[in-house]
């Protein structure tokens, strides 16, 4: 199991930027696809983008495609969503999760372990 904790979340004006940063411990050996999601009030929790662990390959969501960029620090165990010109439907509790295999991965269902969330707030 691998145990997830992210960071950067915060309130931000539509045009500006915000990075998120999740850090992975525990049985962080072998290969690890990493991914977020985002969730707003009543709606699924989405798939925003993904990362197989050695960064070489990524997937986003059409929605965010040339705003947010998603990369690894291997050496830290931890993952990066990069959110550029952000706007208002950018809103909402991010989540990153964790899944043994090769990756990258778009579906919440293929992967075993999240982090708690953190708040991502854009403001018009």
């Known amino acids: 199991q691998v145990q997830l904790v992210e960071s950067g979340g915060g309130l931000v004006q539509a045009g500006g930027s915000l990075r998120l940063s999740c850090a992975a411990s525990g049985r962080t050996f072998g290969t690890y696809a990493m991914g977020w999601f985002r969730q707003a009030p009543g709606k699924e929790r989405d798939f925003v983008a993904a990362v197989n662990w050695s960064g070489g390959n990524t997937i986003y969501v059409d929605s965010v495609k040339g705003r947010f960029t998603i990369s690894t620090d291997n050496a830290k165990n931890t993952v990066y969503l990069q959110m550029n010109s952000l706007k208002p439907e950018d809103t909402a509790v991010y989540y990153c999760?964790?899944?043994?295999?090769?990756?990258?991965?778009?579906?919440?269902?293929?992967?075993?372990?999240w982090g708690q969330g953190t708040q991502v707030t854009v403001s018009s």
């Open positions: 999760a964790a899944r043994a295999g090769i990756g990258p991965f778009s579906s919440r269902y293929e992967y075993d372990d």
